[in-house]
């Protein structure tokens, strides 16, 4: 079993940054990714971002990259979420998940947080 735990998620004007800690405990494989999904009102849950520990690979989806950066410690169990120059769009809750890249690409995941809310005002 693998808890995620989410934090840093608040509110920000439009242009800001904010940085989303995700911290793995329990069975930790890594042979699983980590990743963000998020998820807006009305919207279905979409990938933001993955890392595998394997490899050091990360991936982004089109609407994040150049802005957001996924990075990791280690020692800690940690991903990191960093969110810059923060658009109304990117208002969601965002969730930590682990799982295997593949699953992660296809928008699946088998362990997941709580969330944490990110609102980004005009």
């Known amino acids: 079993q693998v808890q995620l735990v989410e934090t840093g998620g608040g509110l920000v004007q439009a242009g800001g940054s904010l940085r989303l800690s995700c911290a793995a405990s329990?069975?930790?494989?890594?042979?699983?990714?980590m990743g963000w999904f998020r998820q807006a009102p009305g919207k279905e849950r979409e990938f933001v971002a993955a890392?595998?520990?394997?490899?050091?690979?990360?991936y982004y989806a089109d609407s994040v990259k150049g802005r957001f950066t996924i990075s990791r410690d280690g020692t800690k169990n940690t991903v990191y979420l960093q969110m810059n120059n923060l658009k109304p769009e990117d208002t969601a809750v965002y969730l930590c998940?682990?799982?295997?890249?593949?699953?992660?690409?296809?928008?699946?995941?088998?362990?997941w947080g709580q969330g944490t809310q990110v609102t980004v005002s005009s």
């Open positions: 890392f595998t520990w394997t490899g050091s690979n990360t």
């Open positions: 998940t682990a799982d295997l890249i593949t699953r992660l690409q296809r928008g699946q995941g088998y362990y």
């Open positions: 329990g069975r930790t494989s890594s042979s699983y990714a």
